[in-house]
């Protein structure tokens, strides 16, 4: 017996070495698939086990806290200190600390918009007269803005060592002096917030121990003496920022004589004509200096950025070719209790683009209500404090873990760009619509004394006793998170948040990506590749359970008339089916050893062995039940009027449209869900690094469905147009060129694979609707199906030898 | 006229490395309009030697000519056209394509060259002209007779015109009323004015023909004329 059907195995040859092939790529690449798509899960679930966590696990704010931005589209914004309000005191923070399951809870009390001291940057003794005219500016990044207005000095020589008689307008404060020409820089106002130091240092590692520092400088003590001793608010300073500064100085040589001025204000050769400033001609005088004739003129811009920091300025001085060096010999000024806070940004427009409006549309435009806040020392004596830096801080450069968000990170050093991918920074006044860093940190005591004795606004807490970011992990946090929630305070888990640029309109900047921080990114994150896995397994199994159900049912058709032979000839009926059986089954377990030899070579882990030996088995029992069923045979006499072959080979045709069908709907779905979660994914940080984790695998994955896809199409054809080789023989007796021939078999072959591949397209175009896959993915996946398997058909018809 | 020149065959066997030559030096004229036959025993070669003629097996040495045209020389997709317009074949199992209709069948060699309704009168003219009754034309060749089979195959072999019918024991597997009808319809063709090549190991039907020729050990001999 095994004989004969080894005999008809070789007799074959073609169509039996193509159903090899074809099972061989079944035993081996879905157990491979089924691996890959395994392996991609634990990839996703390691990285998200090692990387998913942030610095700390959740944020807890006073009740209501949460923004219509927060709510509505699950994401906070980076540094989102806010409208610090505050709402949390220091004994609830001491309460919430003390809690055994609290590893860290590090408070953060956003206190406003502070300054720190200013110093004067001095003008050089040129040559001749000259008059420089000034313009401070800040920055954006894209935009210069102008600080206060335009100013002039009118230098006429340096009398003497210690006598610089110059002249300018003085209005209120009077900080001129005869030995220099120094013009005070303009203040500038960051974001100060105030800190727990242990906790703090404890949840970000990074050094605050300057806090402790006792700043006893002796211009302090003046100052404090003069001011009735109100508190010093010690701050620390972020030592990586520097202010967005520029000077625009435009200088003119003027022939005039200093003894004609002086005279014209009634001085004598020797004063200082800066004295006349009190004089009543001061108006015509200055009236004509701006007449006399420029001899020369010149403008520079000077880049003052690199010597200010926010909370402490450098004194400067400009060389005679205008460089900026530090000065020795400065003026300063102080008044630093003055300070703004700023309302949150309303964002308007969540559904599409979120719109960012301006509220005051100054130099620099303000995008936030600001309101002034404090005493200043011109108006009074008794000023609420005094701001002192006492040190610097560094937050780490470079974080281990950039893929974790940490909403009130407080550092957050990611960019804001333009869609043009130009950085935006935030300008020297509060309104910037760029959430600001901490540029200062102070302490909780500070923050009593600014905001009263509910300063904090947000805790940071991180869970005790967690090493990776695992379900169990998960579940601890939301235990503690449960537990504050009852107490009333607003809850939300960060634990594996991550980054995702949001795009803003902002009113005149235009489109500008900001990072913002997505909230429970991780667990999305492992459902979506969950589902992907799941969706991949079961697709394989169900691709190859139906193609070995298909495809031995046409290898039963096949058979139809040489059983009807063999039965007229005597033959019983079991003696038949075994005989079909004991044919496949050779074929079956040739293509398993074979595959188990190729699996071996690939090293192929155990499960993927025990997956080909299932596939194995079940052929077997496929074959089995299929040729051993009763055939319903029923002719037919007259003719189909259309579709005739088609509807006559329907038994063999049928199933080869039920391949090209199961294989469409396997590259399309797998094309389509892979890309879309692909993208999806790659939304967040975290994701995008999932992706590149995963990247191979995937691709691995897709080869796979397509040689699976194509093999089984190709050997399905294949089978069909062997059967049918008589009749093409047939064609070409009868006088038609190889060109009818292919023409006609083309447009038969369209007709019935081109509907097959449509009705597969459209299936799963339905089924990945439902799975909510985007419209793009869609098109997509079910594109590459179509153009993949059209080429494949036609490939295999043209290259038909006829 | 059709000129067999000088033409042998011989097949490769593929398990020896040995070569049967199954034509040899084999050299035949058929003038037009004549009906020649050729008888041998089962394996001599005859079907080769009509598969040579027709031009669907190329000659290991030999031409065939049509007139001037030589066959062998034509490129594929002229000889094709050569072949479909100028020899109609006809073979003892009728090869018609199953799932077609017996009009369709009759229509399938000039599917892609006339007009559908043009080529359905003639097929319908045709068949009836051989007798096949009308309620069969839309009917699977599976359901008529082995006569009638065989009547829908010249049908679709003369479609074309052709000056040339290659019938290949076209009576092999009929009885003898329809063995006679199918002699008396190719003796029609040829008053026609076709050109009749029969291959046959039924001496009764080679009878039929001007001439007779014996094909054996890959040579074909004269055998006798009948009127
Ligand atoms: N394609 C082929 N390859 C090898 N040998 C072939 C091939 N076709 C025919 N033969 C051999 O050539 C010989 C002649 O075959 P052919 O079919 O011409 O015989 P025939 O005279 O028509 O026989 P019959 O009267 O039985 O039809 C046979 O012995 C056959 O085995
Ligand atoms: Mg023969």
Known sequence: MIRIAWNRILHRKIASITILIALICLYVFIPFGLQQSKETKSTVTETIEEFGRGSYDMLVRPPSSRTEVEQTLGVVEENYIGDSKGGISIEEWNEIKSNPTIEVAAPVASLGYFRGKQFSIELPILDNPTRFTYQFYTSDGQKKYPIKEQKSIMFFEQSRPGMVQYLTRVESEAQYSSPAMLIIIPASYYLLVAIDQESEQKLTGIDFSDLNKKQESAMLKTMLDNYGDPPVVKVLQRSDLTIPLSIKLRTETLDVELEEYLNKLDLKQDDWIMQGNSSVNIESVLKDLRSEPIVESNTTRVDLSKFQKPFNGTALKLTKDLKPTTAKRYSAEFNTSVYYTASRIEYKNLDTIPQVNLVENGDPPSYKKVEKKGESMLDSFDIPFFIEQVGTFSPLTDPQNKLAGSPLGIYGGMQAKTVDGEVLTPTTIPGSFIPAPASGVTTLEAAELIKGDKPIDAIRVKVAGIKKYDEAAQQKISKVATNLLKKGYEVDVVAGSSFKELTLDVEGIGKVVEPWTTLGVAQELTSTWNYVTLLTTGLFILFSVLWLIVRFNYEKNILHNENTLLYTIGWKKSTIHFRNCVEQYLLITVSFLVSLFLLYGLEATKPMYWITACLWGLSLLIVTYLLTRKAKGKNRSEAYKRFASILYYKRLIFPAMMILLLSSLLIGIQVSTLGHSFQKASVTFLGEFTNNQTLWLQLSILVVTFVLGVISVTESLNALFLERKSEFTMYRTIGWTRGAVIKHLIKEVSTWTLSAIIAGVVLGATILHFLNVSFGWIGIGMGTTFILLTITIYIIVLTRKL | ?227
């Open chain 2, 1 to 227: 006229m059709i000129s067999v020149k000088n033409v042998s065959k011989s097949f490769q066997h593929l398990s020896l490395s040995q070569k049967t030559v199954i034509l040899q030096n084999v050299d035949l004229s058929i003038p037009k309009g004549s009906w020649i036959s050729i008888v041998g025993p089962s394996g001599s070669g005859k079907s080769t030697l009509l598969n040579i003629i027709s031009g669907l097996l190329k000659p290991d040495t030999g031409e065939i000519y049509y007139n001037d045209v030589d066959l062998y020389q034509l490129h594929n997709k002229a000889k094709s056209d050569f072949r479909r317009k100028t020899i109609g074949f006809v073979f003892q199992d009728f090869k018609l394509l199953p799932y077609y209709s017996v009009v369709d069948n009759v229509m399938l060699p000039l599917l892609y060259d006339r007009k559908k309704k043009e080529l359905y009168d003639k097929a319908v003219t045709l068949l009836q002209s051989i007798g096949i009754k009308k309620e069969l034309f839309s009917r699977l060749p599976e359901g008529l007779s082995g006569g009638e089979k065989q009547r829908v195959a010249i049908a679709r072999s003369l479609i074309a015109d052709p000056d040339v019918m290659v019938c290949d024991e076209p009576t092999g597997n009929l009885d003898r009323e329809n063995r006679d009808r199918i002699i008396d319809l190719l003796g029609q063709l040829r008053e026609d004015g076709k050109t009749i090549i029969l291959v046959t190991h039924d001496l009764d039907v080679a009878d039929h023909g001007d001439k007779l020729y014996f094909l054996k050990d890959g040579s074909l001999t004269l055998g006798g004329v009948s009127v």
